[in-house]
């Protein structure tokens, strides 16, 4: 399928054309990701991460589904069916490993991507509704891949798996029986662990929707770009066949280089040494730490103590626990609010000098939240904890907000091609 | 002048990776009372063609099977898997043969005992958990299939780890080593409790594992000197190995996989490059 362009060689064959009279999807394919999709020509390896994170899910999706046909969802089996898995299913190793190091090089890929949208204000009108479902995208993965570490049933799976469904028995009134429906029981037991599998089955492909949703948003209006500036006609675009899709099989291989190199040399790079230890609910290990990606949330979370600033304001109606439970999912949540947050007219953090700033002290603080997250609660690691909680919500409620009326933006170019000619900064 | 905010853009990101990967140090069940760090060990499995070294896992083998196995079990483990290790089939089928299983029921609906074959596992020495922990004074002894795993050890993380060792849980190895050589008088004014042993190495220091090794408490066949280190080094070489079998085919295709990606994107670049060619 090289040109397809509806009068190229491929469109006149018969075959070609007989399906296409009766369900167009080779000019579908084309106005998505071949020549008939023109895409901005300036765009930078930023935009490489979207399809690194679609073809994570892929590999996420295939190893999920072949792990399955050997994996056994049993609290008194699980445990050693992996490590079956590991050892007697032929190349079971290199499945599960890729499983595993995938769901960190998928985070990854989301996190980059996300930034990237941050940065050049690609959350921005017309796109506010492709970003929401990217917020949705990321809600979705965090399930996903929560329910995914409790399936082999070591000691982290069980013990982070009770830490955090626990957190809804926080919630007035109903919690204590979304905790019970959640555990289907009074306890984390096998009823758990069945229906985090099953869900973990499912909720790739409501991500797999979701991600079709995503990208038909994103067609509708097409790519933002480093400029910011809306493609003004065609001599802005390059059809993305051959030029996009050559730029990210290129980004493909780099990326599957680095990810690789983590399957085959150091598999639990990312992972817990307590979870080769069986699940033991005796033997509470003393430092329970979620996954790598989870990090930066969890230190949201546990920055609500009754000492905590933010805290005050509402500690008459409810208890610290809460108030870290709803900060938390309130700090994902939030992000979906940010088209609206930012009264910037300017997309682009080229042209907003004092927001480009901010952009990397507020990547700096999630970075300061995930090492946080990674310690325990004590010390220094409290207030840091604090501080950089705090100043996660301004930067979204105060920062975004006034900095969009104060700042004086720099001249934004004429039109993409403009920019190319005329110094861009 | 994109291309330099990009390049920075790039760097700072790496760098600021790299910073929290170094920093993000989830401090592991073993943290309490840790004792110092195990020092680091050169094993042959380490490195990108890390293998284990054959004579040395054998050895570690006689270790576990004459002196470990009164107490733990190696539950991961079939006899078969000793192939993997440089056994020959007759080996195995003698060395599983010196055991026995109860099998059936036979056509009578007995039960009866016959001798071990290459597929069977390795003999647990104590029939449950709470067996095992009656007869070692309340602490059961862990399985050690997956030890070398299980033990990041010391509060230090598997991620800073391994920035200082790709390549496998070396630390993991590193303590298992620590700890069988780690044994010492308590000091003045420790209080201990009965049954229990001062090991330097331990998380709390007490541990209810009296000193495995004792000099020349195996002979070796091929005429290596039975030194505790020595025997600890072996049978900390084989738990390595029992924890991770799958550890030489993976760095053997992980080489042949890396070569061909490079490859493949090097003329994925070049292509790129060409494709670009005529835009600006
Ligand atoms: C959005 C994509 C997905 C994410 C983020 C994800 C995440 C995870 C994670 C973090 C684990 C634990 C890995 C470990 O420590 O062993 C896991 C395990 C597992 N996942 Fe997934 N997963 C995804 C898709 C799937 C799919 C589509 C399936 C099956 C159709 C699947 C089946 C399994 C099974 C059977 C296990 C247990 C085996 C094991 O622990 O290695 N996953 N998943």
Not at chain 1, 130 to 135: C, H, K, T
Not at chain 1, 253 to 262: A, C, R, S, Y
Not at chain 1, 320 to 348: E, Y
């Amino acid at each position: 399928m090289s040109e397809q362009q509806p009068t190229s060689k491929f469109m006149q064959n018969g075959v070609v054309k007989w399906i296409e009279h009766r369900m167009p999807i080779f000019s579908f394919i084309d106005h998505s990701v071949g020549s008939g999709y023109p895409a901005p020509k300036n765009l930078n390896y930023w935009w490489n991460f979207g399809s690194l994170a679609g073809l994570a899910l892929i590999i996420m999706i295939v190893s999920g589904i072949v792990l399955v046909m050997h994996y056994t969802p049993h609290t008194t089996l699980a445990f050693n069916s992996v490590e079956r898995i590991m050892r007697d299913v032929n190349g079971g190793w290199l499945i599960r490993y890729l499983h595993m190091n995938g769901a960190s090089f998928f985070f990854i890929a989301v996190y980059i991507h996300i930034f990237r949208g941050l940065y050049f204000g690609s959350y921005k009108y017309p796109r506010e509704l492709l970003w929401i479902i990217g917020v949705l995208i990321l809600l979705a993965m965090m399930a996903t891949a929560f329910m995914g570490y409790v399936l082999p049933w070591g000691q982290m799976s069980y013990w982070g798996a009770t830490v955090i469904t626990n957190l809804f028995s926080a919630i007035p009134v109903v919690g204590e029986s979304l905790v019970t429906l959640l555990w289907g029981g009074f306890v984390v037991d096998n009823p758990t662990l069945n229906r985090f599998f099953s869900l973990h089955y499912l909720l790739p492909f409501v991500i797999l929707g979701l991600v079709i949703m995503h990208i038909w948003a994103l067609h509708t209006f097409g790519s933002n770009n480093p400029t910011g500036v809306d493609v003004k006609g065609p001599q802005d675009t390059i059809p993305f066949h051959p030029y996009f899709t050559i730029k990210d099989l290129y980004g493909m291989g780099v990326f599957m280089l680095i990810f690789l190199f983590f399957v085959f040399f150091a598999p639990n790079y990312f992972g817990e040494a307590d979870n080769y230890i069986p699940a033991d609910s005796l033997a509470t290990p003393p430092h329970i730490v979620p996954e790598w990606y989870f990090l930066p949330s969890y230190a949201i979370l546990r920055a609500f103590t009754n000492e905590f600033i933010l805290y005050w304001p509402v500690s008459w109606l409810m208890t610290a626990k809460l108030a870290g439970v709803i900060a938390m999912f309130g700090s994902i949540i939030l992000l979906a609010l940010i088209p609206w947050l930012d009264t910037s007219k300017v997309r682009s953090a080229r042209y907003r000098p004092v927001y480009k700033w901010f952009f990397w002290i507020f990547v700096l603080d999630w970075i300061v939240l995930g090492m946080v997250g990674a310690h325990p609660a004590e010390g220094i690691w409290v207030v840091l904890g604090q501080v950089a909680t705090t100043y996660y919500f301004a930067h979204l409620l105060l920062i975004l907000p006034i900095l969009g009326v104060l700042e004086r933006p720099l001249a934004t170019p004429e039109s993409i091609s403009a920019s190319v000619t005329q110094p861009a900064e | 002048m994109m291309k330099p905010t990009i390049k920075t853009a790039f760097a700072a990101v790496l760098t600021a990776a790299a910073v929290s990967a170094a920093a993000l140090a989830p401090t592991t069940a073993h943290a309490a009372a840790a004792g110092p760090k195990p020092e680091v060990q050169d094993w042959t499995f380490k490195g990108l063609f890390g293998t284990f070294d054959r004579a040395s896992v054998q050895r570690g083998y006689q270790v576990y099977k004459e002196v470990c196995a009164a107490c733990h079990s190696l539950n991961l483990i079939k006899f078969r898997n000793l192939a993997d290790i440089g056994y020959s089939e007759a080996q195995v089928k003698a060395l599983a043969a010196e055991y026995e299983i109860e099998d059936g029921p036979n056509d009578d609906g007995e039960m009866f005992m016959r001798k071990r074959t290459p597929s069977d596992p390795m003999p647990s020495p104590f029939p449950n958990a709470k067996a095992a922990a009656a007869a070692n004074g309340g602490k059961a002894p862990p399985d050690l299939s997956l030890i070398t795993k299980a033990r990041a050890q010391g509060g230090d993380s598997v991620i800073k780890v391994s920035m200082k060792h790709p390549g496998g849980f070396t630390i993991g190895a590193d303590y298992i080593y620590a700890l069988l050589t780690g044994y010492e008088e308590a000091p003045d004014g420790f209080e201990m409790p009965p049954g229990g042993s001062y090991n330097k190495y331990f998380p709390g220091h007490v541990i209810a594992m009296a000193p495995p090794l004792v000099e020349e408490g195996v002979e070796f066949s091929d005429g290596t000197k039975a030194t505790v280190s020595q025997m600890a080094h072996d049978v900390t070489m084989f738990l390595a190995w029992t924890a991770e079998p799958e550890l030489e085919a993976r760095k053997r295709l992980g080489v042949k996989v890396m070569l061909f990606l490079l490859a493949l994107t090097g003329m994925l670049y070049a292509l790129k490059r060409k494709i670009w060619s005529d835009i600006h």
